[in-house]
């Protein structure tokens, strides 16, 4: 099975501009989570997406948002971007989102705000 | 909230050498608990995980951990390292059980195995 791949792999943007990443999920994998990580804050959750519902959130402002389609393809959206949202952003994905599952990770997409 | 905390930034060995991370997390309820692994360039893969009966679970790589429920700990352990087991290392926790996906990780543990 081919794993979870994101979209794009780098991305440089300025300030005040808005970005949207992508990912598509393991087939069959129905849940789709994205994490932050950064070298001062490491990995944090952002969110979780489950049938097309976000099921859970972390601690991040409005301007991130993410919505999941019918094929469980997932996209994460972040909206007037400030020079702290440069990162890695990694998307997971797993079969059905239940605690012991595993999470599988994606590459990663490397945002540069500028 | 949760946490998770992780005693090592940093680790050196030599190869041969055996290694044991530690991880203590904060939550009183049922856990979840995980080691992911980043090796240099690749993507995070799961190490191990536990989630229910023998405390000591085996993972890849001959890599295996150990939940302590009453300490709040799930420590990492291989008898002895190889070069190639020079990566990042991240204990995380999920405690939404059936609710869904949270993982709250570590700050990491960087290893670095000397040839």
């Known amino acids: 099975k081919a794993g979870v791949t994101q979209t794009p792999r780098y991305l440089i943007k300025t300030r005040g501009q808005q970005v949207t990443l992508s990912c598509s999920p393991i087939s069959g994998h129905r849940s789709v989570s994205w994490y932050q990580q950064t070298p001062g804050q490491g990995l944090q959750f952002l969110f979780e997406y489950f049938s097309e519902t976000q099921r859970n959130k972390g601690n991040f402002p409005g301007r991130f948002s993410g919505r999941q389609f019918s094929n469980s393809r997932s996209e994460m959206n972040v909206s007037t971007l400030e020079l702290g949202d440069s990162a890695l952003y990694l998307c997971?994905?797993?079969?059905?989102?239940?605690?012991?599952?595993?999470?599988?990770f994606g590459p990663g997409t490397r945002l540069t705000v500028l | 909230a949760q946490s998770v905390s992780q005693h090592n930034h940093h680790v050196i060995l030599s190869e041969a050498a055996s290694l044991e991370l530690g991880c203590n997390y904060s939550?009183?309820?049922?856990?979840?608990l995980f080691w992911y692994v980043q090796y240099p360039g690749q993507h995070l893969q799961l190490l191990l995980k536990y989630f229910s009966g023998d405390p000591l679970v085996k993972g890849i790589k001959g890599f295996e951990a150990e939940f302590i429920k009453s300490k709040f700990s799930f420590n990492l352990r291989k008898p002895s390292v190889q070069w190639s087991d020079t990566a990042e290392y991240f204990c995380a926790v999920n405690a939404l059980g059936a609710a869904g996906n949270k993982l709250t990780f570590g700050g990491g543990t960087r290893v670095l195995v000397k040839p």
């Open positions: 939550y009183g309820g049922t856990v979840n």
């Open positions: 997971a994905s797993s079969l059905l989102g239940a605690g012991a599952d595993t999470q599988y």
